[in-house]
């Protein structure tokens, strides 16, 4: 990947491993990284101050649980995410598709609405949208912007998982239209595939095809044993 005002530099390499740097408007992230959750807007027991001190490098936030506390209006009118958790770092925000499959029992997937959500505070109805999820991100002011895409769990269902690749595929190409053209921020497309190598090739192929600024690996760690 490589845009003005973000780009990502590999600088070592051995066998699998390898060292880079992602470099951004408010800073680089040295990779491998650690990537401490503030998912509602603060990283749990540690103040931001200390969180630098520590080291750190990016902060990952969450679209879904900001939106609904303390409200995408209300970061807004702070002057965005950074201003209203004080920090200077980077900030990456989820979309909110873990959440359609850790809310699974509060969620209906609609191809072309979206997620339907209850929400898990006081179960009043919203809908997230690819566009939508995409717009309340613009608003965090974040650097590095996720796709909607569906998370499945773990399943041994080929065809279910073949067909949640196609619906996340269809969102991230409205995700990616809604994007439009940001110079400071980047946008990643999320590979999907369960535990299917080959459907893990052809989400990835797709995504490459719209050209994302960055790819990430969704649906690890959803139950599959370490050889899976």
């Known amino acids: 990947m490589s845009k003005e005002n973000f780009s990502f530099n590999l600088l070592n390499e051995d066998n699998f491993s390898r060292l880079g740097q992602i470099s951004t408007h408010r800073g680089?992230?040295?990779?491998?990284?650690?990537m401490p959750v503030g998912t509602q807007g603060t990283i749990k027991s540690a103040f931001i101050e200390d969180v630098v001190l520590a080291g750190?490098?990016?902060i990952l936030s969450n679209t879904y649980h900001l939106m609904i506390r303390p409200g995408t209006e209300i970061i807004k009118r702070a002057g965005g995410i950074h201003e209203f958790m004080n920090c200077n770092l980077p900030i990456l925000t989820d979309s909110g598709g873990f959440?359609?499959?850790s809310l699974s029992k509060l969620v209906k997937i609609d191809k072309i609405k979206g997620a339907i959500f209850n929400s898990h505070l006081d179960g009043k109805k919203f809908t997230l949208s690819p566009e939508e999820s995409i717009r309340i991100q613009k608003?965090?002011?974040?650097?590095i912007v996720m796709v909607l895409d569906e998370c499945p769990k773990l399943s041994?269902?080929?065809?279910?998982?073949?067909?949640?690749?196609?619906l996340s595929h269809n969102w991230a190409e409205r995700s990616k239209n809604e994007f439009g053209n940001n110079p400071k921020k980047a946008l990643f497309g999320i590979v999907q595939g369960g535990i299917y190598k080959d459907l893990r090739l052809e989400s990835?192929?797709?995504?490459?095809?719209?050209?994302?600024?960055g790819y990430a690996l969704g649906g690890l760690a959803?139950?599959?044993t370490q050889k899976q």
């Open 222 to 224: 959803v139950g599959e």
């Open 156 to 166: 041994i269902n080929k065809n279910k998982i073949s067909q949640s690749l196609k």
């Open 204 to 213: 990835l192929d797709g995504l490459v095809k719209l050209d994302f600024d």
């Open 28 to 34: 680089n992230i040295d990779t491998p990284v650690f």
């Open 56 to 58: 750190v490098q990016i």
């Open 139 to 143: 608003d965090l002011n974040s650097d």
């Open 99 to 101: 959440q359609i499959m």
